[in-house]
């Protein structure tokens, strides 16, 4: 099937185009030399400031961990509708854009995580991390653990009572998604104080491998995702030399991390039937089953890349649906 956005008829003329203009900025932005052109980028990644009064019931603030690395993050908190006595789960979420653009306050993502706090009725942790090429692997993971130590053991000024530190999640969309695969793995070797990280919601991670999956290869002419920006991406992350069975791009294969012995969170995948991605995000499902872990698997076989973001596409609002009973099910558990 054709990946053409334009021919597709479940998707709205506002998404198509706001997917497509990303998409056209971040390649006249990236350099056949692995840099990134930041001043023509930036003059089109729109900001949205934080916000002390609600603004759709949800109130916003920017919190600074690390001043020399601008490792901050943006806490969102949703009003709580039902007392003082309300226990809301706190959901540390890392964004996408491929390890090398946008940032936490970009207005998609910052639209996404209101939307995130207010349907879930969760506290958002938005972490921004540092972006590759300028900040390689591991940088993202490690200002990503960061955060989360920050929160466990700093008295943060407005964090929110309600907050539940025992029912914490970790959430990451495309780069984000592996990113928190990453930051969840190191949070197994940390002894946290308060904070117990019970689950893992990854929204079409960004995974790879050397080999060329068929998903890869049947829709390689992705106005969103082809393969050709892929490299691209991994070659800005990665240490140099690296090649893409490096464990932080291809999490099963040869080089791969063993979780057997890992006490790892419960994990639910996201994967949308048009994404270039889609057999190396079931792979990562199939390589958790096969490690013993707690994992499910979700398939919108009509969502293109991205297609999260956007309210206006049905399998947006089904996501949502199945995010709710995912933490449901975790939390009352814990």
Known sequence: ???????????????WFLMNFLAYIV??????????????????DLKSPPSKNPINAVATLDIVVDTSRDLWFR??????????DVSMPVIFYLHGGGFCYLQA????????CRRLAKELHAVIVSINYRLAPEHRYPSQCEDGIDVLKF??????????SCANLKHCYIVGDNAGGNLAHQVALRATQNNFLKLEIIGLIAIQPLFGGEER??????????????????????????????NKDHPAVNIFGPNAVDISDVKFPATIVF????????????RYYEGLKKSGKEAYLIEYPNAVHSFYSHPEIPESFMLIEECKDFIRIQSAKS
């Open 271 to 282: 994967v949308g039937g048009l994404d270039t991605l889609q057999d190396w995000q079931k």
């Open 151 to 160: 929160v466990d053991t700093t008295n943060i000024e407005r964090f929110p």
């Open 27 to 44: 390649d006249a932005s990236r350099r056949p030399n692995i840099t990134v052109n930041r001043r023509l980028f930036n003059l089109f």
């Open 213 to 242: 999956t068929e998903s890869e290869i049947r829709l390689h002419k992705s106005t969103l995702l082809p393969m050709e920006r892929t490299d691209w991406m991994w070659k800005a992350l990665l240490p140099k030399g690296s």
């Open 105 to 112: 306050n970009s207005f998609s993502f910052d639209r996404f």
């Open 1 to 15: 099937m054709s990946q053409n956005l334009k021919s597709s008829p479940s998707l709205p003329w506002k998404p």
């Open 75 to 84: 806490l969102y908190t949703p009003e709580k509708g039902g007392g003082d």
